[in-house]
């Protein structure tokens, strides 16, 4: 029974990785320092963790948690490229210094291996699709720079200390206990709340826009999977799903799963934000036997149950 550290365990991705750890019998701790997580996330396992709340920016704060631990996933993050842009210290501090204290921290305590969750944002707005783990860099915001400053972290931890990361680029991870009530939040969750609430869906941009959307449940597996994987250690993997939806073709499908003919507003685009984005996920395939099991259409009928009968009513 393998000992797992998940920093960020009480947010929205990182409670579907604890839900899935416990499922598995495994023993698990939680860092979360709850300014973007919630502890009713983890409501249906809270008897079944040990959470711990504290800060990554805190070195010495979260040492102590790291003892005896096999595996950490790192999730905590302050996510989003808006907030970035509106506040890049605090980005900075929470996305690079935090990351450098849990590899620290990981490296002391001799831990096995650390997952970190990456972002395609690091590729930025680059015209060569699909998106290929070789491709040149080109972060256009604070977030995504310092997302990828964390991918570097990991991988000079490993080839200097032997201790083993894998960087996972996720791209748009949706899904259940995504927070609608932040304006950071991802672009589904904000367009499924508009309909819940019987508002009109706002789209920066003319919505041509597309995005490899994952559902959270794919992004769980890879993520499990880089754990153990003999040959993902110093690797950057992306996860995906390998399709690609626009956010006009996203209004479409939910204009028929709440069977209206809802129209979005249209207002100028923002900075930061990239035009296409799509998933080779051919080395998670190879490296980790990844394969994507929902689709895009489903984990929107998903999302949307889960928001009907948690968030708001319809």
């Known amino acids: ?167 996972l680029r996720y791209f748009n991870i949706f899904g259940p206990r995504q927070n609608p009530g932040s304006p950071y939040s991802g672009v589904l969750s904000l367009f499924i709340a508009a309909y819940a609430r019987r508002e009109t869906p706002v789209i920066f941009g003319d919505g041509e826009q597309s995005r490899d959307f994952t559902y959270v449940q794919n992004a769980v597996d890879a993520t499990l999977r880089a754990c153990t994987a003999r040959e993902a250690p110093g690797r950057v993997i992306n996860v995906g799903v390998g399709d690609q939806h626009t956010l006009n073709k996203a209004i479409g499908a939910l204009n028929k799963i709440f069977g209206r003919q809802v129209t979005p507003r249209y207002e100028a685009p923002r900075a930061g934000d990239v035009a296409a984005s799509l998933a080779d996920v051919s080395l998670a395939r190879q490296v980790l036997n990844y394969q994507p099991s929902v689709r895009f259409e489903e984990g929107l009928q998903r999302t949307v149950d889960w928001y009907r009968q948690a968030c708001v009513p319809s």
């Open 1 to 167: 029974m393998a000992l797992n550290l998940v920093t960020g365990g009480a947010g929205f991705i990182g409670s579907h990785v604890v839900e899935e750890l416990v499922r598995r019998g495994d023993k698990v701790i939680v860092l979360d320092n709850f300014a973007t997580g919630r502890p009713e996330n983890l409501a249906a396992v809270r008897d079944r963790v040990d959470l711990r709340e504290a800060d990554i920016r805190n070195l010495d704060q979260i040492s102590p948690s790291f003892a005896g631990v096999d595996f950490v996933i790192h999730l905590a993050a302050l996510p989003s490229v808006p907030r970035s842009i509106k506040d890049p210290l605090t980005t900075n501090a929470v996305n690079i210094n935090g990351t450098l204290n849990v590899l620290v921290a990981a490296r002391d305590a001799k831990v096995k291996r650390v997952v970190f969750a990456a972002s395609s944002s690091a590729y930025g707005d680059s015209p060569v699709l699909p998106r290929v783990e070789n491709q040149e860099p080109r972060p256009l915001s604070p977030y995504a720079l310092t997302k990828l400053a964390g991918e570097y972290y990991c991988q000079i931890f490993w080839r200097i200390y032997g201790l083993e990361t894998v960087a």
